[in-house]
């Protein structure tokens, strides 16, 4: 179970012409692993997350999911491709304000068609996985903005995505709140067994990631003596 993107390349208008936001990109994020993504802002970061959550279509190369590949799918195929294998751990929690943490979850599974039974199970074991096994019950102002994060990162979780893609999860927090937040998708990553993609503008969070690479004027690049 792997996430692959192989030379890519997108493009948006800019006036007469075309501005490139990735250039030739090429990433593979194996099961069980965390791929830290960093760069200055307008390097591109965010546009090779939303290719890889299937959000925006390349002008060019190949994104494959757990062996499928996206070329040529249409908008309901991804959705549903995107509904099985992806989950996606936005910057801000975007928690809806009537329900429960508990509820955030279970309505992941139910829009899937899931047994609602089965989802509060799931949901609470996950709430107990990030560290909130006793607040199921509290709504999101009851919530820290740390606490809301974590629920946030559980509901990615609720239908198990083969990828996990996370944007800036710490750009709201302090740091000893972010790196708790760093240190516990890395854990949920080997225990979950996703191929997980983080994108940071925080190096000093990233001493448990299995990969770093850098995003500059839309190209990827490895730094020495990083990868282990």
Known sequence: MTLNLTDITL???????????????????PAGTLTAVVGPSGSGKSSLLAVAATLIT????????????????????????????????????????????????????????????????RALDLLDAVGLGGYA????????????????????LMNEPTVLLVDEPTSALDHERG??????????????????????HDRSLLTGADHLVEVHDGRLRTPSGVTR
């Open 11 to 29: 493009t948006y208008p800019d006036g007469d012409g075309r501005l490139t936001a990735l250039d030739r990109v090429s990433l593979e994020a």
């Open 58 to 121: 390349p002008d060019s190369g190949t994104v494959v999911i757990d062996g499928t590949s996206t070329t040529g799918m249409s908008r309901g195929k991804l959705a549903e491709l995107r509904r099985e294998k992806i989950g996606i751990v936005f910057q801000q929690p975007n928690l809806l304000p009537s329900l429960t943490a508990a509820e955030q979850l279970q309505v992941m599974a139910v829009i899937r068609g899931g047994s609602a039974r089965r989802a509060r199970g």
């Open 137 to 156: 019950d509290r709504r999101p102002h009851q919530l820290s903005g740390g606490q809301r994060q974590r629920v946030d990162i559980a509901r990615a």
């Open 179 to 200: 790196a708790a937040v760093v240190d516990l998708l890395t854990r949920l990553t080997r225990e979950q067994d996703t191929a997980t993609v983080l994108v940071t």
